[in-house]
């Protein structure tokens, strides 16, 4: 079994989290990669800042870890979400997901996602191409940032 999840500031090591969730036990590994996108509700982004109270985003991430292992049956979950200014491109958050099967983890991944969307205190900043920053929330709404 490997749970893991992680707040980090640094690039997210992408092949470092394969290797670490390897196992021969496992038929299916899925993999997510949230980028940073160059548009927005029409606008031109050119990077975002994501901000985090981070002891309380790190606890909320391991608890949604847990629920999508409960929920699906999964025991191999890694979660990294990235911290920090992003340019274009830039991963912010990574899910790798294992299991015998390919519809549990599919099905993990999917959970992970979306629970992070509802539950992660982590907000961002998106940086338009005209130069203002606006915070937006978890569906790219503008939102008031974090207090």
């Known amino acids: ?3 893991r ?5 640094n690039p997210i090591d992408v092949a470092a989290m394969l290797a670490e969730i ?5 038929g299916a590994t899925v993999l997510f990669l949230g980028h940073v996108r160059e548009v927005n ?3 031109a982004v050119t990077g975002i800042e994501y901000t985090a109270y981070g002891e309380m985003a790190e606890r909320e991430l391991a608890s949604i870890a847990t629920g999508a292992i409960a929920a699906t049956g999964v025991t ?10 992003l340019p274009l491109g830039d991963a912010s958050i990574a899910i790798v997901v294992a299991h ?9 991944s999917r959970f992970v996602i ?3 969307k509802k539950r992660l205190p982590v907000w961002k900043r998106e940086q338009y191409a ?9 569906h790219g709404v503008a939102t008031q940032g974090p207090q």
Do not use: C
């Open 1 to 3: 079994m490997s749970v």
């Open 5 to 9: 999840t992680a707040i980090v500031r």
């Open 22 to 26: 390897q196992d021969p036990a496992n």
């Open 41 to 43: 509700d029409g606008r």
């Open 76 to 85: 191999d979950i890694i979660i990294v979400h990235r911290l920090g200014e």
């Open 100 to 108: 015998a099967h390919r519809a549990e983890a599919y099905a993990a």
């Open 114 to 116: 979306e629970e992070v």
């Open 130 to 138: 005209d130069g203002t920053r606006e915070w937006v929330n978890a």
